[in-house]
Structure formats: C-alpha cells, structure tokens
C-alpha cells in the first residue's frame, strides 16, 4: 500500500500544479509590469538610441541635439517603450534618471532657446516646427494649444530664452515642468545666463504621491536648483511612452549636447498569499495488516483530496473576491465620472477622448474657480440645454467660454454634450470657435470653448445700447462666422418686389454698394432655398459673392417646402 500512497501524492503535486496555472490564465496572479533600467556612460554610433530632426553623434561621445544653426529642433529617445503604468492593475510606476548635458551659445550675449526632457507617446514623434524655436522640439509653434492626442507629453524644460507671451519675465533662463503645452504649470527663475556650459540634473517621479520632481547643478555647484509639481501621468499619458531629450533654437545659435544618460524604472508588485502546503501523512510504525492497508491508503487518499478541496476553495475564493474588486472599481469610476448609461453611444466618444484623441479633460474644481462658482455676473448668456459662463483658467493664462448643461438636462441634453465633443473637437479653423475641454462629474456636464469677445452677429445688429455698429466692409467680414437669421420670408417678399435694397440696415444711410448688397441678399435667399436640391454648392456660393459667377434667377414668390 505504500505504494498507493506515492501516487497519491503525485496526482495530489500534479493537480496542485495545474491549479497554479489555471489561476494563472485566469488572471488570478499578478501580471509583471515590464521595469526599465538604462545607462550611457557616453554615446557613440553604435548606440541604441533614435536620432531625429538635426540630433547627430557628435564628438568626445556626446550627441548633438541640436548645432550651431539657426531655426533647428532635433530629438534623442529610448527606441523602446517604457511602461508607464499597469493597464490591468492600474499600478504606476516610479522612476529617476541622471544625465549630464551642456548648453553652450555661439554668442553667450544672446541665447537660444534651450533643450528639455521628455515623456511622450511611444514612439516619438517629431511636432510640425517652422522655426518655433520657444517650442523646444515639444509641441507646435502655437504655444497657447495644449497638444492633443499623441501629442500629449510630460517635460522638465530648461530654457535659455525669455518668451514674454509664455516664460516667466523675471529672468532670460529658467527651469519649468511642462504637461502638454510649454507653458509651465511651475517655473523656478534662474540668473541671467546661468544655464550655459557643463549641467547635471537629476529627475524623479514617485508614483505613491505623484511628484514630479527635478535637482539641477550648474558647472559642478554642490547646491542644486530644484523644482516639483504633481502630475497624473495616467491622465496625462498613455501606459507605454517614449522617454528622451529635445531642443530648439531660434533666430541665435546655440549647441545642445547630451553627454551621458541613465534610466530606471520600477513597479511594486503585489504579491499573492503563499498558501502552506499540507504535510505529508506519517509512515506507519509498524507494518500494517491487509486490512489495516487498505484503511490507510484509503486515509491517506482522503487527506490528499481534502487537501486538495481546500486549495480549489481558495482558488474560488480568490477569483470571486478579484472579480468583485473589479466591479466595485469599475462601478466607483463610473460614479465619479458620472457619465450615465441613457443612449447606445453616449459613452464611446467619452471614450474616445480618454484615449487622446480630443481636447483636454479639466478638474471639476477648476471650472468652479475659473467662474467663482458660476457667478451670476460670468454668466454670458442662456442657451437650450444650460448656461454659459466667462472663466479665467490662470494656469493656462486664458480666457474662456464655459457652457454648463442643466443638471436636470434630458437625454437629448446629454446626447448634445456628447455631439458637441465628437464634432467640434474635430474641427479646426480660424473662423470656428476652438473647443478647449470637457469636464463630467458631480452631476455635471460642461464644456470649454475659446472665449470670443466681440460676441454675436445679432448682437451688432439689434442690441442698440451695447452692441457695435457694423458698416457695411465690417458685414461683409462677418459673413463662415455667424449664423443665419430667420428672416428669409421676409427678404424673399422685397426680392420679388424688386425692392431687396430695403432690407439694408437703415443705419447705414445708404453707404454701401447696391451691387454687393443685391448680390449677397440673392446669395443669401439661394443658399437658404427650400428645396435642397436647389441650393447653390460652396464653390458657387462664394464665386457668386466675388463676382466671378453668374446669380441665379430665383421665383418672386418663396416656394413652399417639399418633402419626399
């Protein structure tokens, strides 16, 4: 019977085996964060790191990110991607990296502009700059965009050029923390001309408080420069990122050299409980008769499988309570986001943007503060589904335009909220109002627009008291901008009559040309027709404006509208 024991305990060591990979499949251990540790003592032409825009190795194993040329950005990243955070587990990770750089201008009397470390979504990519030399190879020449999408990144600047519409004015050279945009959610003034010659600086992260911080020494100074701010990296960034260095210069020369670099990431895996395995039965001490045998392999049979029912039983246990964890997070991000369930695609363009793809997201209570708690005297004006409110974000230095839908807002409220997001934030044009952000939460649903100062058409146009008087070059700028006016009854009758110059604003005393007026009246009634299939293209529309296409000929009397 002894050997009936031995097997016993095998199928027991082979079944624990394959229990252990089964609550592996099933997710029930931890999966590994992938760390990422790095080091260049110097660099060379076989170094694994990518180059871009006018980086090149350079010389004595440093890489030029930039050279002695005017109006150039260049790039230096890990090629692989670093893990940021834990998509399944939701883990952040922490890091610090080292690096010794120098900053030397062709002309130490006039600098520009300075070289910054970077984490981007991987793999890097170089922004559209012409010449921008503020934007230190980070985001596009427009500094007041907060950079969307795959643009989004997180830097540590150290920047050699005061840009008065940007940089603090205290000083020419500065340090500052970047999210997204180079206008820094914290800067630290330096002394004039300070940030030239042989630099090492040190930048942490730690992922139990967020910090961001950095240490900076100048020309081997014991005492360094510092700067931190909080950073949400997995809002901020995707789980995977490029991590790197950039520069810039503009109309002066300067040479941006990386000279040594190293790069160490780290996760702090959970561990699952060991569970003790069960002691093996004890040998008999004498030798048993047969029916003593069997009884003992039957004993010992049974021990293995209660053993066994326990280990299934924890199993169970410890899928059921990870899979009632992930409930209760998930349901806990759905409450705080509020976004509700009312609608087949009301949460998919939410979605959508959460993964970058649209404008950027604000803290509830920084549109509180932007508004002083949606003041009566900030509310512009109210629309269908809510009001709009002015608001001052004075970390970004604008001015801005916040729509807050009514909390008792109906679906359809909802579902304008949702349309506003997918369509406008699509759209970019000069003569469109540009949608900065979105917030949802606490039972609210806002949006923020770019404020636009001179307000509505209509507003010129019959508010006596406040409004502006148009004449008639300034009507036709405002022609792509405002909306239509329901007026084209109206101007349809004194077209018919002969008589459209009367639909002229009086107020202009005749102080136009009758040629453009009758033309853009005509426009207007063939562009607003009844019939669609009637209506005049884009191309036709505008060539009829300048007078390089032929008007139409419309009836005297508005048709009635067909449907089909």
Same mark, same amino acid.
């Given at each position: 019977?002894?050997?009936a024991?031995?097997?016993?305990?095998?199928?027991?060591?082979?079944?624990?085996?394959?229990l252990?990979w089964?609550?592996?499949?099933?997710?029930?251990?931890?999966?590994?964060?992938?760390?990422?540790?790095l080091?260049?003592?110097?660099?060379?032409?076989?170094?694994?790191?990518?180059?871009?825009?006018?980086?090149v190795?350079?010389?004595?194993?440093?890489?030029?990110?930039?050279?002695?040329?005017?109006?150039? /950005?260049g790039?230096? !990243?890990?090629?692989? *991607?670093?893990?940021l955070? $834990?998509?399944?587990?939701?883990? =952040?990770? &922490?890091? %610090?990296?080292?690096?010794?750089?120098?900053?030397n201008?062709?002309?130490?009397?006039?600098?520009g502009d300075?070289?910054?470390?970077?984490?981007?979504?991987?793999?890097s990519?170089?922004?559209y700059?012409?010449?921008?030399?503020?934007?230190?190879?980070?985001?596009?020449?427009?500094?007041?965009?907060?950079?969307?999408?795959d643009?989004?990144f997180?830097?540590?600047?150290?920047? /050699?050029?005061?840009? !008065?519409?940007?940089? *603090?004015?205290?000083?020419? $050279?500065?340090?500052?923390?970047? =999210?997204? &945009?180079? %206008?820094?959610?914290?800067?630290?003034?330096?002394p004039?001309?300070?940030?030239?010659?042989?630099?090492?600086?040190?930048?942490?992260?730690?992922?139990?408080?967020?910090?961001?911080?950095m240490?900076l020494w100048?020309?081997?100074?014991t005492?360094?420069?510092n700067?931190?701010?909080?950073?949400?990296?997995?809002?901020?960034l995707?789980?995977k990122?490029a991590?790197?260095?950039?520069?810039?210069?503009? !109309?002066?020369?300067?040479?941006?050299q990386?000279?040594?670099w190293?790069?160490?990431?780290?996760?702090?895996?959970k561990?699952?409980?060991?569970v003790?395995?069960?002691?093996?039965?004890s040998p008999?001490?004498?030798?048993?008769?047969?029916?003593?045998?069997?009884?003992?392999?039957?004993v010992?049979?049974?021990?293995?499988?209660?053993?066994?029912?326990?280990?299934?039983?924890?199993?169970?246990?410890?899928?059921?309570?990870?899979?009632?964890?992930?409930k209760?997070?998930r349901?806990?991000?759905q409450?705080?986001?509020?976004?509700?369930?009312?609608?087949?695609?009301?949460?998919?363009p939410?979605?959508e943007?959460?993964?970058?793809?649209?404008?950027?997201?604000?803290?509830?209570?920084?549109?509180?503060?932007?508004?002083?708690?949606?003041?009566?005297?900030?509310k512009?004006?109210?629309?269908?589904?809510?009001?709009?409110?002015?608001?001052?974000?004075?970390?970004?230095?604008?001015?801005?335009?916040?729509?807050?839908?009514?909390?008792?807002?109906?679906?359809?409220?909802?579902?304008?909220?949702?349309?506003?997001?997918?369509?406008?934030?699509?759209?970019?044009?000069?003569?469109?109002?540009?949608?900065i952000?979105w917030?949802?939460?606490?039972?609210?649903?806002?949006?923020?627009?770019?404020?636009?100062?001179?307000?509505?058409?209509?507003?010129?146009?019959?508010?006596?008291?406040?409004?502006?008087?148009?004449?008639?070059?300034?009507?036709?700028?405002?022609?792509?901008?405002?909306?239509?006016?329901?007026?084209?009854?109206?101007?349809?009758?004194?077209?018919?009559?002969?008589?459209?110059?009367?639909?002229?604003?009086?107020?202009?005393?005749?102080?136009?040309?009758?040629?453009?007026?009758?033309?853009?009246?005509?426009?207007?009634?063939?562009?607003?027709?009844?019939?669609?299939s009637?209506?005049p293209?884009?191309?036709?529309?505008?060539a009829?404006?300048?007078?390089?296409g032929?008007?139409?000929?419309?009836?005297?009397?508005?048709?009635?509208?067909?449907?089909g």
């Open positions: 019977m002894a050997t024991v031995v097997v016993t305990k095998s199928s027991f060591m082979a079944a624990a085996a394959a252990a089964l609550l592996f499949l099933l997710g029930c251990l931890p999966g590994l964060a992938t760390a990422v540790s080091s260049y003592s110097s660099f060379s032409n076989a170094s694994n790191v990518t180059l871009q825009g006018s980086a190795f350079g010389d004595a194993g440093c890489i030029d990110i930039t050279r002695n040329i005017a109006n150039t /950005t790039r230096v !990243s890990y090629p692989q *991607p670093v893990q955070w $834990d998509t399944a587990t939701g883990e =952040v990770a &922490s890091f %610090t990296t080292r690096f010794s750089f120098t900053i201008p062709s002309d130490r009397s006039r600098k300075g070289m910054a470390f970077f984490l981007v979504s991987h793999p990519r170089m922004p700059i012409a010449g921008a030399g503020g934007t230190l190879g980070l985001a596009s020449p427009d500094y007041r965009n907060v950079s969307p999408g643009n989004r997180v830097a540590v600047e150290f920047d /050699t050029f005061m840009n !008065s519409d940007f940089d *603090p004015n205290a000083t020419y $050279d500065h340090i500052g923390i970047d =999210v997204s &945009s180079v %206008t820094s959610v914290k800067t630290e003034s330096l004039n001309f300070s940030l030239i010659g042989n630099m090492t600086a040190a930048v942490g992260f730690d992922a139990d408080s967020s910090i961001l911080s240490e100048i020309n081997g100074s005492t360094p420069y700067i931190s701010y909080k950073v949400d990296v997995k809002r901020e995707p789980d990122v991590v790197g260095f950039s520069a810039s210069t503009g !109309s002066a020369v300067e040479l941006h990386l000279c040594s190293s790069f160490n990431s780290s996760f702090k895996q561990q699952l409980k060991q003790p395995t069960p002691p093996p039965p008999p001490t004498q030798k048993p008769s047969p029916s003593t045998s069997v009884s003992g392999g039957a010992a049979g049974v021990t293995a499988g209660a053993a066994l029912l326990v280990v299934l039983l924890f199993a169970i246990t410890a899928v059921l309570v990870r899979r009632r964890r992930t209760k997070r349901e806990a991000d409450e705080a986001e509020n976004v509700g369930s009312d609608g087949d695609d009301y949460g998919n939410i979605v943007i959460e993964m970058g793809t649209g404008p950027r997201r604000f803290p509830y209570h920084q549109l509180v503060n932007a508004t002083k708690s949606f003041a009566a005297e900030e512009l004006g109210q629309g269908g589904f809510g009001a709009v409110y002015r608001g001052q974000l004075s970390e970004l230095g604008l001015d801005v335009a916040i729509k807050r839908f009514a909390k008792e807002s109906s679906s359809q409220g909802r579902k304008e909220y949702t349309s506003e997001i997918k369509v406008i934030s699509r759209l970019r044009h000069r003569n469109l109002v540009q949608l952000g917030c949802h939460g606490r039972d609210e649903l806002l949006l923020v627009y770019e404020l636009v100062p001179n307000r509505s058409l209509d507003i010129h146009l019959h508010d006596h008291g406040n409004g502006t008087f148009l004449t008639w070059p300034m009507s036709l700028l405002s022609c792509e901008k405002n909306g239509v006016f329901r007026l084209v009854e109206w101007a349809w009758d004194l077209y018919g009559r002969g008589a459209v110059l009367t639909a002229a604003d009086e107020r202009l005393n005749g102080e136009y040309d009758a040629a453009e007026m009758e033309r853009v009246i005509a426009v207007g009634l063939w562009c607003a027709h009844p019939d669609p009637a209506r293209s884009i191309r036709a529309a505008m009829a404006l300048q007078f390089s032929q008007l139409p000929v419309l009836p005297s009397k508005m048709p009635v509208p067909t449907y």
